[in-house]
C-alpha cells in the first residue's frame, strides 16, 4: 500500500495498518486500485489530500462496488436486509474471538450485493482456532437467522452466506482435520493454490457421503447456535435494526455503543 501511494499526498491520519487488515486477502493490483479510488475520490471532493475516509470508502469500491445510488429497495425489502445485516454483525459480537465489526451498510453496491457486514482483526491472525473457524460459519448464518426469528420466512440474500459456510465447514473436515470422526486425516487437496485453487476429494464414495453429512451438521450446529443468541437478544437485534434502517450505514463504534446501552437496559430490567 505504501509503495503504491508513493505517487499521492496522503493526509497525516492515514493508518496504512488498518488499512492493510481491511483489505486483507486482496491481490497487488486491488491494492492499487484501491489507492488510486481513494485519489479520484479525493479529487471529486475538491481536496488535494487522500485521507483516510477515502481509502476506508475505496476498498469497499474494490471489493463490494460502487454505490447504487438509482437503486430502489422497498420499504420492506430494505427493512429485511436491515435485520439481514444486524444478524451478522449481533452474532458476531456475541460471540468471544470474533473479529470485531468496523461498519455495517444496507446501501446496494454494483457488485448485486444490498448491504454488507465488515469485520477487521485487531492483530494479524496466522493461525485459527477451531472455535474461531465455527464462530465464523455462525455469524455467516446470522443474517438468514435474523431473517427467521423476525419475520418467519427466508430470502435469496443469504446465498452468498450459504456458499462461504459450507466452504468452510467442508475445509475444517477435508483438509483441517478439525472433526471428530475423521480426526486427522486429509480428503481433499488443492492444486495450483495461486491458479484458481482447484480441490479435488481423494476418498470413496461412501466417505463422501459421511462428508456431506459432516458437513451438514456442522453448518446446522452453527446456524441454530444464531439463532438462538439472536432469539436471546431480540430487543438488541430490533433496536440496533431499527437504527441501521433510519441512517443505512454505522460504524463498529456506533453499533458496539448501541448494544452495550441495550445490555445495560436489560441488565436494569432484570434487576
Known amino acids: 500500500l505504501k509503495v503504491h501511494a508513493r505517487k499521492i499526498k496522503t493526509d497525516g491520519d492515514v493508518d496504512f495498518h488498518t488499512i492493510a487488515r481491511m483489505a486483507a486477502g486482496t ?20 481536496r488535494t489530500v487522500v485521507t483516510q475516509a477515502d481509502l476506508e470508502e475505496s476498498i469497499e469500491v474494490v471489493i463490494a462496488g460502487y454505490q447504487k445510488k438509482n437503486a430502489i429497495l422497498s420499504d420492506q425489502e430494505k427493512r429485511v436486509v436491515a435485520y439481514h445485516e444486524i444478524g451478522h454483525a449481533l452474532v458476531a459480537a456475541l460471540q468471544t474471538s470474533s473479529a470485531p465489526v468496523q461498519k455495517i451498510t444496507i446501501i446496494p453496491r454494483t457488485s448485486g450485493a444490498l448491504g454488507y ?16 473457524l465455527e464462530n465464523k460459519i455462525a455469524t455467516l448464518t446470522g443474517g438468514r437467522a435474523a431473517e427467521e426469528v423476525v419475520f418467519g420466512q427466508i430470502t435469496t440474500g443469504a446465498s452468498n452466506d450459504i456458499e462461504q459456510a459450507t466452504k468452510l465447514a467442508r475445509a475444517m473436515i477435508t483438509r483441517y482435520g478439525m472433526n471428530d470422526e475423521f480426526d486427522m486425516v486429509a480428503f481433499e487437496t488443492v492444486t495450483n493454490q495461486y491458479l484458481g485453487g482447484d480441490a479435488s476429494l481423494a476418498c470413496s ?18 446456524h441454530a447456535k ?22 443505512e450505514t ?19 430490567a432484570a434487576q
Open 27 to 46: 491481490s497487488g493490483a486491488e491494492l492499487a486500485n484501491i489507492i488510486n479510488e481513494a485519489a479520484l475520490r479525493a479529487v471529486r471532493a475538491g
Open 117 to 132: 457486514t465488515m469485520q477487521v482483526e485487531t492483530a494479524d491472525k496466522n493461525l485459527l482456532t477451531k472455535e474461531e
Open 205 to 222: 464414495a461412501e466417505t463422501q457421503q459421511r462428508i456431506d453429512r459432516e458437513v451438514v451438521e456442522l453448518v446446522r450446529a452453527q
Open 226 to 247: 444464531a439463532r438462538r443468541l439472536l432469539e436471546e437478544n431480540r430487543a438488541a437485534l430490533d433496536k440496533l435494526s431499527d437504527y441501521l434502517y433510519e441512517k
Open 250 to 268: 454505522i460504524t463498529g463504534e456506533e453499533f458496539m455503543q448501541l448494544l452495550r446501552q441495550t445490555q445495560q437496559a436489560k441488565g436494569d
